[in-house]
């Protein structure tokens, strides 16, 4: 059976070149789509440089020429898959603007797999790319599955919630979780759906860390990473590094990323009165991370649950962090309870405890017995659960 994966944006999301390159490893003939095509800082040189084959996205040109493809090959069935979007997105006319954008964009990529006798789409992501699969079952007669992450589990504001999320669960031949709590909520929105064709399956995570700076910098480097974002809870970091401040106990800290809590969290920066030890140098480029992490002396997941509901799963750059021996410190959201033991694989605080945050920075930075057993343990669970081939033999 020759299957199809659809990333949602391969050019900007490690795991999923991650999984890809392993994919084709294994099963050269899949065909590769991206939802979103790549361009400027978002590509990923260096690793789609190991995609052995065509990444192939939507254009303009293909969305004509495969929805004349698709109706004169499945006229009956381009119809149908049609009407169904646009009956079942009604609900939410954000949605349905999204899901309409979404149907234009999957022409090319579904004309290219029947081309190629495509019997199966496997979407990574439960959004557009699910949708895109979604379609195609419909359309075309064939097979789906998806895996899901934590934006298109976990609650949202009403506008951006799918209309179309029980419906794609439902007729998933395969549902996949990164994490058994995403699968909990997967599971409660469609009890009616039977448990076996729910998996847990973990993100694959492929990293060439830097040799550790020896001795590493001073004073110590707290490092965290990702969007900034309100779920992504780096305002608890940035109280905490200011607690530690009048406690005289010195760090530096320094937050990667871009988003729309910038401005928010410099002013937080301020008023704490730690802009001479704290960096939020922006958007940054997946290969500098390993230069990042090879000077850090802890590595800081300070994720919380929004009021909105949303939420990380796993992030990817806590398991980045173990492989380049880095103590971990986070908090216990989503999917992180599952592969977190408290002074085992990290040093855990309660979400926006930022008082809680700053003993265990202290704690960690004052112990190299407790970050020698946290760096060995947590290196060992990534190589163990996170590796690519393991996961993407599970997933075939």
Not at 102 to 125: E, K
Not at 286 to 304: Q, T, Y
Not at 354 to 370: P, V
Request: with cysteine; hydrophobic share 40%.
């Amino acid at each position: 059976m020759k299957i199809a994966y659809i990333a949602s944006h391969i050019y900007r999301h490690t795991f999923e070149i991650n999984e890809v390159a392993e994919l084709l490893q294994q099963r050269p003939d899949t065909r590769v789509y991206s939802f979103y095509r790549g361009g400027g800082e978002n590509i990923q040189r260096e690793r789609i440089k190991d995609v052995p084959g065509d990444i192939i996205s939507w254009s303009y040109k293909g969305m004509f020429s495969g929805a004349a493809y698709l109706i004169a090959r499945y006229p009956g069935g381009f119809l149908r898959a049609a009407f169904l979007l646009t009956a079942r997105s009604l609900r939410n006319p954000v949605y349905w603007a999204k899901n309409f954008a979404a149907f234009w964009m999957g022409l090319p990529i579904l004309a290219d797999a029947s081309r190629h006798s495509v019997r199966h789409f496997h979407a990574n992501f439960g959004s557009s790319p699910a949708t895109i699969a979604w379609v195609g079952k419909k359309m075309m007669g064939v097979g789906m599955s998806v895996t899901y992450h934590a934006f298109d589990i976990y609650s949202g504001p009403m506008t951006v919630r799918d209309p179309l999320k029980k419906t794609k669960l439902r007729d998933a031949d395969l549902v996949v979780a990164v994490h058994e709590d995403g699968q909990t909520h997967l599971r409660e929105l469609v009890p009616d759906v039977s448990p076996e064709k729910f998996r847990v399956i973990r993100i694959s995570v492929e990293f060439e860390p830097k040799k550790k700076s020896h001795p590493l910098p001073t004073p110590p480097l707290v490092v965290a990473a990702g969007n900034l974002m309100p779920k992504k809870g780096f305002g608890a970091l940035i109280k905490a590094v200011g607690l530690l401040k009048r406690k005289s106990f010195p760090v530096r800290l320094r937050v990667l990323g871009e988003g729309p809590e910038r401005l928010r969290l410099e002013s937080m920066v301020r008023e704490e009165g730690i802009r001479d030890r704290t960096e939020i140098p922006g958007y940054f480029q997946h290969r500098e991370l390993a230069a990042h992490l090879a000077d850090a002396s802890v590595f800081v997941a300070p994720s919380r649950v929004t009021v909105q509901g949303l939420r990380d799963g796993i992030p990817t750059v806590v398991i980045e962090a173990w492989l380049s021996g880095t103590p971990v410190v986070a908090s216990l959201v989503g999917g992180m309870g599952e592969v977190i033991v408290h002074g085992e694989t990290a040093l855990v605080f309660r979400q926006g405890d930022y008082e809680g945050l700053a003993d265990c920075l202290e704690e960690l930075l004052t112990s190299d017995e407790l970050c020698q057993r946290i760096v060995e343990n947590g290196r060992r669970l990534a190589q163990k659960d996170f590796s690519a081939q393991k996961n993407v033999c599970r997933l075939i």
